[in-house]
């Protein structure tokens, strides 16, 4: 997770691409697939613990996270819900059958609240949205029930990281004794979300 690491202090050394990698991370981890190999939780909470340095602003964090995920899922859905009878054949989504039926059955058991947990389990996050727009969901269903899952996942991911980054700007003598691990446990959380991701993938890749 080294260039994890060069990415995060790269970026909030640059206000500007500090933003359009949140919004990049967020992005890409609504693609299935491309998602389990991009760790944009930890780049998410990693980032948003320099919002209390004054480094990031905490609204501009926020929207730019929120921006990517809504992005993403809105086109996933939409792919989904133009090219039902292709998506199955489109690659990489055809080297995994085995996980769009999970996607499906985890749909079907679940309805439109399916849209709503899923933003929340990283292993068929980014398989939802095209599940979901493939077996005509109505986009006015999707989309607000969408929409407020992000904002939520985007504070559950943003704020974490802000208070880790607070803590260690005020603990003072005692940051390193702290601090640290806090901000240590917050990407470790990340790292550990990212691994899943990438193992639910692998295990079902048939």
Not at 29 to 53: K, Q, R
């Amino acid at each position: 997770m080294a260039v994890v690491h060069t990415i995060i202090h790269y970026a909030s050394a640059h206000s500007d691409l500090a933003y359009g990698t949140l919004f990049l991370a967020a992005f890409l981890e609504a693609v299935p697939v491309v998602g389990s190999f991009v760790p944009g939780s930890t780049i998410i909470l990693s980032l948003s613990a320099f919002i209390a340095t004054g480094d990031l602003n905490f609204l501009a964090v926020l929207i730019s996270a929120f921006g990517g995920a809504v992005v993403g899922d809105g086109l996933a859905f939409w792919l989904g819900h133009s090219y039902p009878n292709q998506i199955r054949k489109l690659w990489p989504l055809s080297k995994y059958p085995a996980l769009i039926h999970r996607s499906e059955e985890f749909f079907q058991k679940h309805g439109s609240g399916a849209v709503l947990v899923a933003r929340f389990l990283p292993p068929i996050r980014a398989f939802v949205p095209v599940t979901a727009g493939a077996m005509d969901m109505a986009p006015r269903k999707f989309y607000p029930i969408n929409i407020t899952a992000i904002a939520f996942w985007a504070l559950v991911h943003v704020l974490p990281g802000m208070f880790a980054g607070a803590a260690y700007r005020h603990a003072g003598a005692i940051a390193g004794q702290l601090a640290l691990p806090i901000i240590a446990g917050i990407v470790a959380i990340g790292i550990l979300i990212w691994a899943i991701r990438r193992w639910f993938i692998a295990s079902n890749q048939t």
